[in-house]
């Protein structure tokens, strides 16, 4: 029709307005930027990756409490923020037999502290240490098992029994001198 023919030619006479969509991956691999027309929509990237954490979404604000919406509107350039969750890694224990100290975690993250595990314990055995090393340095990441060494405690042989006195009966007579000196 001649109105479409007209809108198509004023669609064409407009300026067109590019926006730079760029993508703040706080800490994580990179994103290329996009260029994208006014009234168009960005393109969501693959998700950007980051040792030890979890990539949460796109966000629009720099605290991350806006997500960022890919089906809408781009109207003017636009930054993106990364939002990243620690990964929790299990954290594993062999035991054989013996009792776990309660201040032993069960998982870590990245941003843990330094973790120095405590003894277990297991009645008749010395704890000799942990294989690996019971140490978690902190910025570790991945799933961590440790299996307890332990030594047999020896309990030191007891003293012999002495042999029982035995009483006999069986005394030979004694004979008394009848002499008597004052």
Not at 20 to 28: D, I, Q, T
Not at 37 to 53: F, I, N, W
Not at 128 to 143: C, D, F, L, N
Request: aromatic share 12%; with cysteine.
């Amino acid at each position: 029709t001649l109105f479409d023919a007209l809108a198509s030619d004023c669609k064409s006479a407009w300026p067109v307005f590019l926006n730079a969509v760029s993508f703040e991956v706080n800490g994580g691999s990179a994103v290329d930027a996009q260029i994208v027309k006014d009234g168009e929509m960005a393109s969501r990237p693959a998700d950007p990756t980051k040792d030890g954490y979890l990539f949460e979404g796109w966000f629009t604000d720099t605290t991350l409490a806006v997500a960022y919406d890919f089906d809408a509107q781009i109207g003017g350039d636009l930054t993106l923020y990364a939002k990243w969750a620690p990964e929790l890694y299990a954290i594993t224990y062999e035991l054989d037999g013996g009792v776990n100290d309660a201040a032993n975690p069960t998982n870590y993250t990245v941003e843990s502290e330094l973790i120095t595990l405590a003894d277990p314990t297991k009645e008749g055995y010395l704890f000799k240490g942990w294989s690996p090393e019971g140490v978690i340095a902190a910025g570790s990441t991945g799933r961590k098992a440790f299996r307890a060494i332990w030594e047999m405690i020896q309990e030191p042989d007891p003293e012999p029994d002495p042999e029982p006195l035995e009483w006999s009966t069986d005394v030979p007579p004694v004979t008394l001198d009848e002499t008597v000196t004052h």
